[in-house]
């Protein structure tokens, strides 16, 4: 069955860093589109990096440009997002999502935060 499972949030001082991972495991991961969200209470899920299955191509959201970096392993079936230069604005639960590439694209599944596998979630709480 397909999951992802995602790991390594905390807290963190504005400023610092951060990496998550998602463990992808009951599907091929080049077939498939692999998207980063997160949602802070009383907002609205965010798109915040979706990377596209075999040529890579990233979208990110306007608010991390610069700042986060996804990333994929197939040969591991992971999938990576590097966060620097955290801000508080950042504190959220972030999810993996995992959607068929056939049926969407990198940009098409950040913007419309629709996915057809989603994880628990991990916390990330950027507080001095």
């Known amino acids: 069955q397909v999951q992802v499972v995602e790991s390594g949030g905390g807290l963190v001082q504005p400023g610092g860093s951060l990496r998550l991972s998602c463990a992808a495991s009951?599907?091929?991961?080049?077939?498939?589109?692999i998207g980063w969200f997160r949602q802070a209470p009383g907002k609205e899920r965010e798109g915040v990096s979706c990377?596209?299955?075999?040529?890579?191509?990233?979208y990110y959201a306007d608010s991390v440009k610069g700042r986060f970096t996804a990333s994929r392993d197939s040969a591991q079936n992971m999938v990576y997002l590097q966060m620097n230069s955290l801000k508080p604005e950042d504190t959220a639960v972030y999810y993996c999502?995992?959607?068929?590439?056939?049926?969407?694209?990198?940009?098409?599944?950040?913007?419309?935060?629709?996915?057809?596998?989603w994880g628990q979630g991990t916390q990330v709480t950027v507080s001095s």
């Open positions: 009951g599907f091929f991961l080049d077939d498939y589109v």
């Open positions: 999502a995992a959607q068929r590439a056939e049926i969407t694209t990198a940009q098409a599944m950040c913007v419309s935060t629709r996915a057809g596998y």
């Open positions: 990377i596209s299955s075999r040529d890579h191509r990233t």
